[in-house]
T-cell receptor, first 111, second 115 residues
Framework: SQQGEEDPQALSIQEGENATMNCSYK?????LQWYRQNSGRGLVHLIL?????REKHSGRLRVTLDTSKKSSSLLITASRAADTASYFC???????????FGQGTRLTINP | NAGVTQTPKFQVLKTGQSMTLQCAQD?????MYWYRQDPGMGLRLIYY???????DKGEVPNGYNVSRLNKREFSLRLESAAPSQTSVYFC??????????????FGPGTRLTVL
């Protein structure tokens, strides 16, 4: 099964609202990363949070990490139509030289 | 800088045919990866190369081979294509910092259909 599992699988909100996506994982990690994928395109890195960090901000993005619960959340504030995309969490597993991606949350922002 | 480039962008194969997907990066990254993405799914790692001269299997390596030609280039070969290999293939690269990977940079993908 996937190391990272996102919740919800799909989310539809009105422009201007906040969007929250969650990611759970199973093993110890070095870091957790969030990526965005627009339809038909490659993934674009959004933010990286290290295992010793609890919260990180980048523009309208806020990421939290709770290593005791093995979970992370991505908050997008004041959403825009251009935020419509799929969002993936990826975990950098301790002792393994690779990232493991979740199945993603498909976010739709309605005008 | 072009970042990560992939060729071809689209390909249609018949069952049993072979082909090589090419990937190159101009960011002087140590590590390179090949993923496949099936409809509605996340990315699954096929093979990766932590540094020039090394390659390792990922989650779904069966039916594929790779070559790390030099620091810039990492190719993926399908020796005998099967319909189950119909997918979108992404190449990515990253700087390796100790055992922790930093952000990965992705190419635009290759859409492969096997009939």
């Amino acid at each position: 099964s996937q190391q990272g599992e996102e919740d919800p699988q799909a989310l539809s909100i009105q422009e201007g609202e906040n969007a929250t996506m969650n990611c759970s994982y199973k093993t110890s990690i070095n870091n957790l990363q969030w990526y965005r994928q627009n339809s038909g395109r490659g993934l674009v890195h959004l933010i990286l949070i290290r295992s010793n960090e609890r919260e990180k901000h980048s523009g309208r993005l806020r990421v939290t990490l709770d290593t005791s619960k093995k979970s992370s959340s991505l908050l997008i504030t004041a959403s825009r139509a251009a935020d419509t995309a799929s969002y993936f969490c990826a975990t950098g597993i301790q002792g393994a030289q690779k990232l493991v991606f979740g199945q993603g949350t498909r976010l739709t922002i309605n005008p | 800088n072009a970042g990560v480039t992939q060729t071809p962008k689209f390909q249609v194969l018949k069952t049993g045919q072979s082909m090589t997907l090419q990937c190159a990066q101009d960011m002087n990254h140590n590590s390179m990866y090949w993923y496949r993405q099936d409809p509605g799914m996340g990315l699954r790692l096929i093979y990766y190369s932590a540094s020039e001269g090394t390659t390792d299997k990922g989650e779904v390596p069966n039916g594929y081979n790779v070559s790390r030609l030099n620091k810039r280039e990492f190719s993926l070969r399908l020796e005998s294509a099967a319909p189950s290999q119909t997918s979108v293939y992404f190449c990515a690269s990253s700087v390796l910092e100790g055992l922790a990977y930093n952000e990965q940079f992705f190419g635009p993908g290759t859409r492969l259909t096997v009939l």
